[in-house]
């Protein structure tokens, strides 16, 4: 069974970092692309940042400058630095997985963590 684990959300201050951290575990033979969606109370689940398999990356307009996405491809886990924190960033934050393979011809999936909270006061 493949899992996302989340860790590293909590509580900071405006202008402040946290880091954020997923490990993919399971069978897992490939994940094309890996990434960062939040979701604040009563809006809908956004992008934040994606990475391939190859670094390419994307960022949403909101989030350019100031968070920073990598991938370590052989522990298949997917990091996001956030800095510059602003209150309008308080959301839970979900790692995604997509296009996750777990031998060469089976079917690409994807996969979602649980989730966590991350919370930045004015």
């Known amino acids: 069974q493949v899992q996302l684990m989340e860790s590293g959300g909590g509580l900071v201050q405006a202008g402040g970092s946290l880091s954020l951290t997923c490990a993919a575990s399971?069978?897992?033979?490939?994940?094309?692309?890996m990434g960062w969606y939040r979701q604040a109370p009563g809006r809908q689940r956004e992008l934040v940042a994606t990475?391939?398999?190859?670094?390419?990356?994307n960022y949403a307009d909101s989030v350019k400058g100031r968070f920073t996405i990598s991938r370590d491809n052989a522990k298949n886990t997917v990091y996001l630095q956030m800095n510059s924190l602003k209150p309008e960033d308080t959301a839970v934050y979900y790692c995604?997985?997509?296009?996750?393979?777990?031998?060469?011809?089976?079917?690409?999936?994807?996969?979602w963590g649980q989730g966590t909270q991350v919370t930045v006061s004015s």
């Open positions: 995604n997985a997509d296009r996750l393979r777990i031998n060469w011809y089976s079917a690409a999936v994807n996969y």
């Open positions: 990475i391939t398999s190859g670094g390419r990356t």
């Open positions: 399971g069978t897992i033979f490939s994940i094309d692309v």
